[in-house]
């Protein structure tokens, strides 16, 4: 008998669990949590032979750069999908998308520079992967800026294809100097490797919460040439 009750309360507490995680209301608890799953998941974190405790802060600092450049890519998809489609949902979700990359990249800009003092001893201001990122975000501040003072979706949607391409182009010319490559993918251990996989899941999904928040904020504002 109670077995028979808890089969039909299960789909209940599904349902409910779902509702919860898809309403506007929830996206920023939500959102937070996953954030705080990811820092967890970075304490839990095996340290590594070269660059000890501190290779904790690299999975945080590789993991926002890898889900910035994700949703870059994403907003310049959503925004050539709007300019074929004009759908405002799309224009939505394409500048939504795109500012929460600009504030991830703010972050792992900031997060890079405490590492760096910790593994390296001091900041190196001329260093290409800095200066490339610094390039990035005024791009990027412009094309919010943009998006701020105009209401077309279209515009919107061009700026984002725009910036997308300039990040991933400065992106792939910048070569390393003082930057080490990965010590993630170099590692022979699997829960160094699987550890930032996690994390980059975790923040990813914090990030499409943000960005989904920023749409539905944002797409009743946007107006459909």
Known sequence: MDRGRESVDNPGMVSNFFS?????????????????VSVVLAWLSPAEATLGQAVKLVYMHAALMWVAFGLLT???ILGLLFLVLKRR????????????AVALLLTTGLLGSITAQITWGRMNWTEPRLL???EILLVGLAVLAVAGLS???????A????????AWGL??????????DSPIFKSESLAIKVFPLLITASLAFAALQAARYLAANLADKVDTP
């Open 171 to 180: 992106l792939l010319r910048t070569e390393l100097v003082m930057h080490p």
């Open 74 to 76: 994403l907003g310049a």
């Open 132 to 134: 490339m990122l610094g």
């Open 20 to 36: 919860f995680l898809g309403s506007r209301e929830n996206i920023p608890l939500v959102a937070a949590f996953a954030v705080i």
């Open 89 to 100: 949902s799309l224009s939505a979700w394409s500048y939504g998308s795109t500012a929460t």
């Open 151 to 157: 209401s077309s979706a279209a515009l919107q949607s």
């Open 159 to 166: 700026t984002n294809i725009l910036f997308a391409s300039v």
